[in-house]
């Protein structure tokens, strides 16, 4: 079935360091793909997004690049700030099902001064 | 103010109590969606609800029940609740034909 698998946190990295955080989906289908950040204590809002392979999106200095032929989603920033701390959740669109997202299980982001 | 509320935001209960969370949207969307967030399982559906006399079984639906009341609410209830439904709740909504969804704010349940 749809699934996505993203890697494990917790991740912990210092102030203006590099983050990949990395995403793979079942290949049903061409999904929309999404992330998704979790702030402390709120609900969830959408990050970024891509409809179609090689489409990148891109928001707030974070980039993903949908790669049909690694099925891959990764997220990417450059420079990380303290304020980006968050769970970071990567979902799918489910095939045939409407609306319906599948989300990978969260992978938490701490930043360090 | 918030587009997605949620009502209440948090709420302890114990075992064999009846449940119900509120979610109120003012977006004009048409489609809801009940989700539970457990440490380490990510978000996983419950109930979704794509127009007023639409209720559909997500992932999860065992020991929950929704009404969708008019466009604007979704309702979840726990019949007779039990402590592994200790969770964090959420809300979402959406439009038909866009993918993005839209959360509440969560309510945390325990019950005891």
């Known amino acids: 079935g749809d699934s996505v698998t993203q890697m494990e946190g917790p991740v912990t990295l210092s102030e203006e360091a590099f983050l990949t955080i990395n995403c793979t989906y079942t290949a049903t289908g061409y999904p929309s793909l999404f992330w998704y950040v979790q702030y402390p204590g709120e609900g969830l809002q959408l990050l970024l997004k891509?409809?179609?392979?090689?489409d990148k999106g891109s928001n707030k200095g974070f980039e993903a690049t949908y790669r049909k032929e690694t099925t891959s989603f990764h997220l990417e920033k450059g420079s990380v700030q303290v304020s980006d701390s968050a769970v970071y959740f990567c979902?799918?669109?489910?095939?045939?099902?409407?609306?319906?997202?599948?989300f990978g299980t969260g992978t938490q982001l701490k930043v360090e001064l | 103010d918030a587009d997605v509320t949620q009502t209440p935001r948090n709420r302890i209960t114990k075992t064999g109590k009846r449940i119900m969370l509120e979610c109120s949207q003012t977006k004009g969307h048409d489609r809801m969606y009940w989700y539970r967030q457990d440490p380490g399982l990510g978000l996983r559906l419950i109930y979704y609800?794509?127009?007023?006399?639409?209720?559909n079984k997500g992932e999860i639906s065992d020991g929950y029940s929704v009404s969708r009341q008019a466009q604007a609410k979704f309702s979840l209830s726990l019949e007779s609740a039990i402590p592994n439904q200790t969770a964090l709740y959420f809300c979402?909504?959406?439009?038909?034909?866009?993918?993005?969804?839209?959360f509440g704010p969560g309510t945390r349940l325990t019950v005891l």
């Open positions: 609800s794509f127009d007023v006399k639409d209720i």
């Open positions: 979402a909504t959406s439009n038909t034909g866009d993918n993005e969804q839209f």
């Open positions: 891509a409809t179609k392979a090689d």
């Open positions: 979902a799918r669109r489910i095939t045939g099902g409407g609306n319906k997202l599948t």
